[in-house]
């Protein structure tokens, strides 16, 4: 059995969040299969847990980004409350739309957070989103996965595309230059949106924009001197969050090529070799660190052990690269 393959199988022992993402893109296991593993999501591991953690309101710890009230629940370690907590609404609806959970098993979450969840920010309604690329861009993102009328969120983002191609959370404060971060945030959720509502021309074609600002820089390097804008974009982490790396952002690239039926740009190289160099001898990806904040429970290893989240993103993304068709821009 060659490496690739064995690390497949360790990979299959995993939690159902996980491991029916694995019979999908890796283990070529038929519909059926993986389906019936993903129906597990809200019944047992980490989805279930995190279900059961829900408000009576629809919230998860009282608030839309940050805890709105102590949460004795919480798993909190030394140095955490320097950090963002990641037990608030969104991080909590982010985490169970990655991992597959159906949004009929939300219920009424939707009508409920409509009527009792505000942004920290002036109050704003939950669903219409704030001033914030990156939250605007989750709230569009599970919005449209709950069921949500988000088309003016949607909209949103058309209007606050900067001229350089990107976004930039700091535009409020004046910023014109687009931030990696930003950009990817946005476009992760630009497309989630197209795939769950249906394909819309302007949508694709800002995503389009978006998608050369970072293919100009080879989805690592500053465009003035070609170095990497930051030791943050080979530092792989798992929940991705909104800090950006080229695992995320070469697994964005796969989606969206496969969902607009495009090729592979040949400037993803230099990211494609960037995450196949950080594999270990096992051919296995291994936990880089851990980001400051209170969780409600750890879905990951501990910092410097192979992690079945990351090696299964790289493995998923690296073959999609090897094997897919490649376009004539340079």
Known sequence: MDIQNASINWLLDSDPTLKWQVERD???????????????????????????LQDEDGQWAGGAYFPGRPEPRALT???????????????????????????????????????TCQWEYEDLPYWSGEVDCCINAFTLAN??????DVSKLADWFLEH??????????????????SFHSTL???????????????????????????????????????SNEQAVGEWVTEFAYPFRWSYNVLRALNYFRDA??????????????AAEAIRLAANE?????????????VWFDVEVPVGQESKWLTFFAIRALQWWDSAPKSNNT
């Open 26 to 52: 890796l283990h070529g296991a038929p519909a059926e299969q993986w389906q019936a593993t993903r129906a597990l999501t809200s019944t047992f591991g980490f989805g279930a847990r995190l279900l059961k």
């Open 77 to 115: 370690r030394e140095g955490d409350e320097d950090g963002q907590p990641y037990i608030a609404t969104t991080w909590s609806l982010n985490a169970l739309r990655e991992w597959g959970v159906a949004a009929e098993h939300l219920k009424d979450t939707a009508q409920k957070l409509e009527a």
């Open 143 to 148: 919005g449209a996965w709950l069921g949500v």
């Open 161 to 178: 595309q900067l001229e350089d191609g990107g976004w930039n959370c700091e535009w409020v404060e004046g910023a014109v230059k687009s």
């Open 185 to 223: 945030n946005a476009l992760i959720g630009l497309l989630e949106y197209e795939q769950i509502t249906s394909q819309d021309n302007r949508i694709s074609a800002a995503r389009k924009r978006a998608e050369e600002y970072l293919l100009q820089r080879k989805l690592m390097f500053r465009l």
């Open 257 to 270: 090529c496969l969902f607009d039926t495009q090729p592979a740009d040949p400037r993803l190289s230099a």
């Open 282 to 294: 096992n051919g296995r990806w291994v936990n880089q660190l851990r980001e400051k904040g209170s």
